[in-house]
């Protein structure tokens, strides 16, 4: 894993620093009354079935409103403990050790970490301004890579941003399929888009090669830990196997709440989405407008489509990536620098920086966004 | 596995079949309403933490409850997902692929499916009427057996229901750190003393070769799936580097409600407690009494002093353990055979039967021994 990005939180901060690190959503976009409100129906149960054992691969409740709505058979879906679990559910059950895994690069770093369970190697494909770059594996395949698995997030891609096209998704299963390597595809953005046309799942869905890796991590929020797989019909029984031995099934508790407060009011979960999407794109803009009034031409953005980070590239190369982020730090603003993100050289991304926005109030992102200038004039002054 | 025990589900059943299959708390001895409100308040939270990521070992006021509990150092609690899930956890992170690990004889079998997770060979160890028998232990060792680890449940005994007295706990202790190998010491129905005197777990929490594992599974709801390891100092930093690796943490938001629930009314799960032994042991006396009513002289049962089941032997040689399952289970009684408990021979395990009555109000404990009655007279009359 690249050095630094899980040491965060060890390194020396102004107490009133301004955190920008994870993607985290607001608690004011998380449906917290009606949250309660469920809860206290599903207690009132007979028999409360909440607080016992059920099943391996979830409760049917809510395994049958995720099949809806991802369009496939309740039999492929397993109900995890968020999205991250599902990763390493599917790392250990069906990865051997020390398989060949395609990756992005730059990459969400805490995969490389998941990607230990099974020792796994690592070999970079270089992410675009558009999700990974489908050609470039394409060659890699055509020079006698094999990988056994392929890790991707196709959807606001983290860090960079970008959103696999539809034609690139259909390729990208093509060669799964063609040259026999599972696809990891990890969408905890998904739901968040906030302008721009989404681009379908659809070919995921209907892969024999795809498992795709699902949360309520962002939408409802990551202390719940509940997500879920959609897997291959084939591979469901060996996940769900592995699981049972692991900690036999998420909480039923979270997982009745969750399925009482879907299914009881069917709108909730679009009306929370949409308040989710509001907010979030106007915190995106605000920060973006800010960051250019502060260091006006500094910061190369990107306006995101969704999410919850920006990835702003430092135009100015009299800038040194590292100082910026130290001064920053001095100046009372954490984020993290680009040089976390790369899975493999050539990327560039030690002259981006990642800016979580979902969780700070615009006033706070202004502030960001002051002290940031502050630490860009340490060195252009 | 022995097979079976994992299978009862897919077995024909009377619709109206009682089924006394699992170590299930009574939803009357679970504090709901308290769970409710604990909800709420941690709902209503400024920023709710409780839907926020947390730390891998568990959120502090959880950690310290427990901690304080136990007699033991924060540092050394790892919240889990349930007891099972802390069994997972310490295979996986603390043997090595192929270790042999001692184990009790008969045993509560889905250990033999967590102890897959690294290809364990099995060593039975004979449990004698007060838990695992130590001497027989010593004597193996002395013999050149070297197993790495050894699995016991030292407080009424799944299935066999014996507590391993305060002398035991230390020679398995000593003999643990003479031999260098580590005890999991399994330990969900402890709280559920109902009479006698209990002993100690002291044994377990101070020595650096047990890590002791523990739940709320059977004292505030399996459907939580909330438990919690007692680690040896310098094994917690493993242990916690493979959870960080799987699932990041246990739900923020169950640990949270616990936590407040445990907090915010410092007596009330000791209330809880008195109210579920009061329950159970009424439930044991008069099942043990239905069986002897209607059945004189075949059930030797020796009457539990907690927990949440009775494990009868069939004194009567001439009654077939098989046989009779079969015709319990078309007279409407599931229950668990003695035959699947064993993890090597010489058990006599299979004259016994393992009835679950924790969530079984008395009269329907007491139709189920009429029914039993049946199933009996359909040999012997």
């Given at each position: 894993?690249?050095?630094?990005?899980?040491?965060?939180?060890?390194?020396?901060?102004?107490?009133?620093?301004?955190?920008?690190?994870?993607?985290?959503?607001?608690a004011g976009a998380l449906p917290t009354d009606e949250i309660a409100a469920a809860t206290a129906r599903v207690?009132?149960?007979?028999?409360?079935?909440?607080?016992?054992?059920?099943?391996?691969?979830?409760?049917?409740?809510?395994?049958?409103?995720?099949?809806?709505?991802?369009?496939v058979a309740e039999e492929r879906v397993l109900v995890t403990n968020g999205g991250f679990h599902g990763l390493a559910l599917a790392i250990q059950a069906l990865l051997e050790r020390g398989d060949l895994i395609a990756v992005d690069n730059p990459i969400f770093p805490l995969f490389l970490r998941g990607a230990e369970l099974s020792d796994a190697r690592i070999l970079p494909v270089p992410?675009?301004?558009?999700?990974?770059?489908?050609?470039?594996?394409?060659?890699?395949?055509?020079?006698?890579?094999?990988?056994?698995?392929?890790?991707?997030?196709?959807?606001?891609?983290?860090?960079?941003q970008g959103t696999l096209p539809a034609e690139q998704r259909v390729e990208l299963v093509r060669l799964a399929e063609h040259y026999g390597f599972l696809v990891l595809a990890d969408?905890?953005?998904?739901?968040?888009?906030?302008?721009?046309?989404?681009?379908?799942?659809?070919?995921f869905n209907t892969s024999s090669h795809v498992v795709h890796v699902n949360t309520f991590t962002k939408t409802l929020g990551?202390?719940?830990?509940?997500?879920?797989?959609?897997?291959?019909?084939?591979?469901a029984g060996d996940v769900a196997a592995l699981r049972a031995r692991q900690d036999s099934h998420s909480s039923t508790f979270v997982q009745a709440v969750i399925a009482?407060?879907?299914?009881?009011?069917?709108?909730?979960?679009?009306?929370?989405?949409d308040r989710a999407r509001a907010l979030y794109r106007e915190r995106s803009d605000a920060f973006s407008a800010a960051l250019e009034a502060e260091a006006p031409g500094v910061f190369e953005i990107t306006p995101p489509e969704g999410g919850l980070f920006l990835w702003p590239r430092l135009a100015d190369d009299a800038i040194d990536a590292d100082r910026l982020a130290d001064d920053a730090s001095?100046?009372?603003?954490?984020?993290?620098?680009?040089?976390?993100?790369?899975?493999?050289?050539?990327?560039?991304?030690?002259?981006?920086?990642?800016?979580?926005?979902?969780?700070?109030?615009?006033?706070?992102?202004?502030?960001?966004?002051?002290?940031?200038g502050r630490a860009i004039r340490r060195q252009t002054a």
């Open positions: 894993m690249p050095k630094g990005f899980g040491d965060q939180t060890l390194r020396d901060r102004r107490a009133d620093a301004i955190e920008l690190l994870g993607g985290i959503p607001d207690l009132a149960e007979p028999g409360v079935p909440a607080l016992q054992y059920s099943r391996t691969a979830g409760i049917p409740a809510l395994r049958s409103w995720i099949a809806a709505r991802e369009g992410v675009t301004a558009q999700g990974i770059d489908v050609a470039h594996l394409a060659a890699l395949l055509e020079a006698g890579e094999r990988p056994a698995a392929l890790y991707t997030v196709p959807d606001f891609h983290n860090p960079s969408n905890p953005y998904r739901e968040l888009r906030f302008r721009g046309e989404g681009v379908s799942a659809e070919p990551p202390g719940l830990r509940l997500g879920w797989l959609v897997l291959p019909e084939d591979l009482e407060l879907l299914t009881s009011d069917p709108g909730i979960f679009d009306a929370t989405l001095a100046e009372g603003v954490e984020y993290q620098r680009g040089s976390f993100f790369p899975s493999g050289p050539g990327t560039g991304a030690d002259r981006h920086l990642r800016f979580a926005f979902g969780d700070k109030p615009v006033a706070v992102l202004e502030e960001a966004a002051a002290r940031l």
